[in-house]
T-cell receptor, first 116, second 111 residues
Framework: AQKVTQAQTEISVVEKEDVTLDCVYETRDTTYYLFWYKQPPSGELVFLIRRNSFDEQNEISGRYSWNFQKSTSSFNFTITASQVVDSAVYFCALSDFSNTGNQFYFGTGTSLTVIP | DSGVTQTPKHLITATGQRVTLRCSPRSGDLSVYWYQQSLDQGLQFLIQYYNGEERAKGNILERFSAQQFPDLHSELNLSSLELGDSALYFC??????????FGPGTRLTVL
């Protein structure tokens, strides 16, 4: 069965600290997508990244980086030099590989608070 | 602004009633997804439509139904509403590349 686990329910860090949000997934599929979304206090969901299961290369986008490890079924998200604006709930998600018919599975989210 | 619009923003209704939530996807996106976010259930995938056809179904109750029209907008119909249906309902759209873009959500309160 497909499942996404975000074991960290809440994390608090002081501004400028680095923080890593963990995501572990389960799937029987050999091809799949993994996602991270951000939900700030205003409530909207913001797409951050999509990776497919073929590509284990780590990705960096500014202060954000993602570490995809198939061997441990993990897709962790690191924020470097955190800022108050990073305070949000972050969701990891898994979907089937098809672009035209996808079942999505979300983790329960990690609430990140960055303290000034 | 993601380009996905949802109406209404807020909806307050009574148990047993029926409501319709509307979603307009980003221009050119053929896929529309519906999600329910409640405090106790987290973010739950409900259903996906692709170019007018149902493509994937998640944890959608039988009291709920959806459709996607020829102009690609979608509606989510919720009937025989219960207190537990109170939640934030999101619509998202995507092109064939798979990235989903979410609307601002409709907050449904069932009294």
């Amino acid at each position: 069965a497909q499942k996404v686990t975000q074991a960290q329910t809440e994390i608090s860090v002081v501004e400028k600290e680095d923080v890593t949000l963990d995501c572990v997934y389960e799937t029987r599929d050999t091809t799949y997508y993994l996602f991270w979304y951000k939900q700030p206090p205003s409530g909207e969901l913001v797409f951050l990244i999509r990776r497919n299961s073929f590509d284990e290369q780590n990705e960096i986008s500014g202060r954000y980086s993602w570490n995809f490890q198939k061997s441990t079924s993990s897709f962790n998200f690191t924020i470097t030099a955190s800022q108050v604006v990073d305070s949000a709930v972050y969701f990891c998600a898994l979907s089937d590989f098809s672009n035209t018919g996808n079942q999505f599975y979300f983790g329960t989210g990690t609430s990140l608070t960055v303290i000034p | 602004d993601s380009g996905v619009t949802q109406t209404p923003k807020h909806l307050i209704t009574a148990t047993g009633q029926r409501v319709t939530l509307r979603c307009s996807p980003r221009s050119g996106d053929l896929s529309v997804y519906w999600y329910q976010q409640s405090l106790d259930q987290g973010l739950q995938f409900l259903i996906q439509y692709y170019n007018g056809e149902e493509r994937a179904k998640g944890n959608i109750l039988e009291r709920f139904s959806a459709q996607q029209f020829p102009d690609l907008h979608s509606e989510l119909n919720l009937s025989s509403l219960e207190l537990g249906d109170s939640a934030l309902y999101f619509c998202a759209s995507s092109a064939d590349t798979g990235e989903q873009f979410f609307g601002p959500g409709t907050r449904l309160t069932v009294l």
